[in-house]
Every structure is written in structure tokens, then in C-alpha cells.
């Protein structure tokens, strides 16, 4: 596709509308990766995190053992059982979409600071939005930066589209990192080996499914995800992730299986 | 010693949502509501657009402002300035060093910091003042003591933009994040002021053909499926989601009453309005 030069486009800038679809498409353009290599894994809450010890823990060794070895990882919390509980209290007190994101954001701030006190013996710094611009002095210094995986959206969220939990959530926060650094995966650690057909925990006949499209997977029209909806969304449209990898943290080995890019779970590839 | 089977049950908190995916599509239909509660009902939300009033200096922004300070006594509200010129050229210069979408929008911010500074200068002896976002909730006391909050209308996305549709530059800009400021709030009215009446069949700049619309339902102007707009998609996209706003005003700041009618709902004298059907 011919794209014009950035001296044409500050020309057109100046007297086009930016909603012309004509002058979106010319800026399209591979972007540059800002930390090539670096490994993006997010915890879930409800699936890992609320599990305590027993689950979090081996999960940990395994990170911290990865990281010993040179690979750059950044850590990413979910929210969990109690962000479902102030969600279910905010619907109830029938308070707008952007005031939920406002009080789930808290709780995935919680658990990425239980990783951090957790991992502060081997470098595991929890990182906010200030400090993001201080990403490869961490690298350098052979940190595991923690972030929470919620975007910074709060009172600024989206309306879903349907009902009123916020649609951009902790794996969302979590790709969107990885896609502005440019990582080519992202790993959600979570409870399940991957994406199946229907829940495995209500129906023990679903069938798993370890590698599938984003385009597949939308015409299946699934009832129930193992990820976040608008994660696939984003993913059709990414620049630089080409696949998202879902898998069990509870099988001891997975976590640097996934970490050295081998398929370990349910691979999502971009089309 | 034989090592004790390790348990993985969770520490649950009861809800509706324990154990249950919040992907799934029956979940979420549980969750829909009839009613929002508004939070700021009686104030209304007002967007000046960057590259088509302050740009424009002074002979621009003076008559608006004096006509904002003939409304203060009757109406609260809360002002937003866009980015303009200086915003596109830093996208132009990003986009040819190959910064993301996520560095433009951080960039973006800079610039609206600096036209919401501009503004606050001109209103600061009127009650005028700042609010940054993490101050959000700081807002009623601005308004219930009459003043006049500036914000930044880019929402935060900053690094965790969205891909875009189209091309590289963030979809969810000014127009969006004004929206939404709007829209949490469940604010009284929402008013895009632009240099132009309102909203036409084509850019009336260019085509002296182009027909004037003076309202239209959101879904049928998205069906349309225009080559440009006088809003972002973005905005129009939520507008036709919105539990809260249900109308936008684009009125053309270099007349001289059009804010007014609208900020008085006569719909006829205030430029174009977007409903949503």
C-alpha cells in the first residue's frame, strides 16, 4: 500500500479533516519496537492470585528463575474476586460503566503490589504510569517491573457494549503494554490450559482448542471467553503482537516452557 | 515425610460474579441496567475545538469567552480546549520517527496542557481554574461554588491507546475523551464548538454544494458511512452506545449566540444537533 511521506502528510494535516478516512489510512506505518524482546505476563487474579500460596508461589520461582537466565519480563495483576464484588455493589448503586473501572483498577493495584513485596528480594519493582518512562534502566538493572493490568481509562472508560462492566479490563491493560513496547506475545498465566469450547469447570465435555485465529474464533460466536473480548479486537489490529498465549500456571514447568516461545497453551494468532 | 496435597481452592469474596467468567455473554447480559445515576446532572459540558477557535487567537477567543462569562450566572460549566495545529504536527513528526499510537496520544496531552493553560489565563479572574484528572473528584466543589473547571479532553489512555482502525494516529482523541467525560457525569448538555455551523454532506470548505444538516439521528449518520466528519467516529460511536447523553450541539463559535441557544436547548439557532435513534 503507498503511504505518503511525513512531509505530505503535515501538508494534508493542515487542511483535512483528521476524521477523513483517506488521511488515517496514509499514516499507516509499522511502528518501531520500544524495548524489543521484552516478555509481558500477566497473573490472573481470580484464577491465580486469589489462590494464595499454593498457586502463586511455584509461579513466582519459575519467573524469577527466567529472569536470572537474562530474559527481560514484565509482570501484570489482575483484579480478581474482590473486583467482582465492588462491581456487583457500584451495578447495584447503578453507577456509570467509568465509575466500575474507577473501583476495579484499586484492586488489580493491590495484587500488583502483593507481587512486588513478594518479589522485592529479586528485583521485582512495582511500577505506575510515572515511572513507565524508566523501563530500560529497570531492564538494565535486571528488575522485574510489576504494573497493574488495568489501562488507566478509570472515569474515562468506554460504554461497554453490552451491560455495564467495563469492557477494558486486565487483559487488556496487559496487550496494550505489549503491543506500544513491542512484544510479539503476550502469556496469560491463568487456571485452564487454554481456550475451550464452553467452560470446562461448568461442562467437562468442552473441547480444547490449542491454536485457532482471531477471524475463527469470532465466527464461532463462543458464549463464554477465556480472555477478554476486545483483546481480540485489538489483536486483529495490531502492529506488533502477532499471537496472545493462554495457559495453566498450576502445571508446574508451564511458565518457562511459554517464556521460551514454546506453544504451551492456547496460542490466539492475529490473521 | 510424605508432602501434604497442595490445595488451590480460592479465597472467595460472595458475589453474583464469584467463579464466573465475565466474558460470558449471559453474564454480561445480567449486568444490564435500565437506569444510570447521574452523577453532575445539572451542568453542562462544553468543548472548544483547538484548530478552529484558539488558533485563531484572538479575535476568536475573546468573543466566546465574553459570551461563556454572559452564561456563567445561569449555567455551570465545565470547559475543554483540543490540541490543533501544533497537536497534528507533533503526530506528523511521530509518525515519521515511527513512534507508536500510544506515544502520540502522550503527546497529544502536551499540547491540549498548553491551550487549557491559554484558556485558564483568560478566565482565571472569572473563576476560571484547572482541574487535572486526578482531581476529578474535586469537581463539584468547583461547580456548586460557580467557577469554571478546565480539562484536558484527551482521555488517559497514554501509552495503552487502542489500535486504531485506520492508520496510526489514536482513535479515542479529544472529541471521544470529551464525551466520555460527559457521559460519566451524566452532565445536562454536551457542546462541540467548532468554526463551522454545524455539520454538512461534505466539507463546506471545499464544496460549496455541500447541504447543511441541522439534525440527524447518530445511526443514520454512521450508516452513511461519510469519508470525513465533523466529530470523531470514535465520539459518534459511544454517543450511539450512551446510557446518559443523548444529544450533542456543534455550533460554530465565531457566531455570536449560537453557545448560547445552545446551552437554552433552541435546537434551531444552535448549529447542528446529533441524536442518538
New interface residues.
Partial sequence: MPKDS?KR??ER??N?????????????????R?IPGVKIVKIGG?SIT???R??LYPILDEIVENRRRGKKIMLFSGGG??A??A??IA?D???????LAAVGGPIALQNARMLQMLLAKHGGIHIG?EQ?EMLPLFFKLGCIPIMLGM???????????????PD??TDT?TF??G??L?ADSVLYIK?ENGLYTE?P?KNPKAEFIPKITVSELKKMDL????????VLE?LS????IKFIEIFNG?VKGNVTKALSGKHTGTRIYKD | MKEPEKDFSRFHVKSRFMRESLMDKGVMESTVKENQLAILPEHNVIMIGGKSLMDRGKKAMYPLVEEILENQPNYGMVLSVSGGLRMRHSYSVALDLGIPPGGLTMLAGTIEEQNCRMLYALLAKHGGVRMVRDNFEELAMYLYSGMLPIVVPMPPHFWWEKPPKYGNIPADGADYGIFMFAEVLGARSLIYIKDQDGLYTSDPAKNPKAEFIPKIGVSELLARDMEELIIERNALEMLSRARAINKIYIVNGLKRGTLTAALEGREADAGTVIYQD
Avoid at chain 1, 153 to 165: A, H, Q, V
Avoid at chain 1, 223 to 230: I, Q
Fill in positions: 511525513a502528510i503535515w494535516f493542515q483535512e479533516s483528521l476524521t477523513s478516512k483517506d488521511l488515517l489510512a496514509a499514516t499507516d506505518r509499522k511502528p518501531i520500544i481470580q486469589d489462590r494464595g499454593a498457586a474476586t474482590r467482582r464484588h462491581y456487583q451495578l448503586l447503578e453507577l456509570p460503566s467509568g465509575f504510569a513507565f489501562p488507566p481509562y478509570t472515569y474515562w472508560e468506554e460504554i461497554p457494549l453490552k451491560g455495564s462492566i477494558n479490563r491493560g496494550l503494554t503491543e506500544f513491542g487456571d467452560d469447570k458464549g463464554d471467553l477465556v480472555v477478554e473480548r476486545v485489538y489490529r495490531a502492529k506488533n498450576l
